[in-house]
């Protein structure tokens, strides 16, 4: 639904950008609803290469960020400095997916009043209840309206 609210059939330079490796769905979803996407490789360690963030971000003006936070597939919780540092460059909208935070203490969710462009996604599947599609967004208000 996110990606449906940025895409344009009218701008074909709309982007999405998140991670590799990551969840497959972020770039199946950005084909689905005719956006790029933008694929940062990871360090070897599985953490965020800010340096290459900060160019991909600079050169495609991501319309919307998605960080799963911890990440599928590789399970770590990126540091909240690099995730801070990420929201303040991004043009548009950052999504933390907060898919696996049964799994983990960390969380964004207690601080999204400090970010305007920051929004925390979370779902019941991988708690076992994938089949009742229930999830949820927050987020400033006039993102979520
Ligand atoms: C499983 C998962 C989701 C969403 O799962 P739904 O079943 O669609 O709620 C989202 N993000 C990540 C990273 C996941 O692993």
């Known amino acids: ?26 770039n199946i ?16 360690d599985f953490s965020l290469d800010i340096e290459v963030t900060r160019t991909a971000i600079e050169q495609h003006k991501p319309a919307i960020i998605f960080i799963a ?12 400095n690099d995730i801070e540092e990420i929201i303040s460059i991004a043009p ?14 960390a969380t964004f969710m207690e601080r999204l009043s400090e970010f305007d462009n920051l929004l925390v996604m979370r779902t019941v599947s ?14 400033h208000p006039d993102i979520i309206n």
């Open 92 to 105: 548009g909208m950052l999504v933390l997916d907060e898919a696996y935070h049964p799994f983990a203490q």
């Open 29 to 44: 979803i950005a084909d689905f609803v005719g956006i790029n996407y933008v694929g940062v490789p990871l360090n070897e």
């Open 69 to 80: 936070y911890p990440n599928n597939p590789s399970a770590n919780c990126y540091s909240e």
């Open 126 to 139: 991988k708690m076992g209840l994938a089949g009742l599609r229930l999830g949820l967004l927050c987020g």
């Open 1 to 26: 639904m996110l990606a449906m609210a940025v895409a344009d059939p009218e701008k074909a330079d709309i982007c999405l950008l998140s991670f590799d490796p990551g969840f497959v769905m972020y």
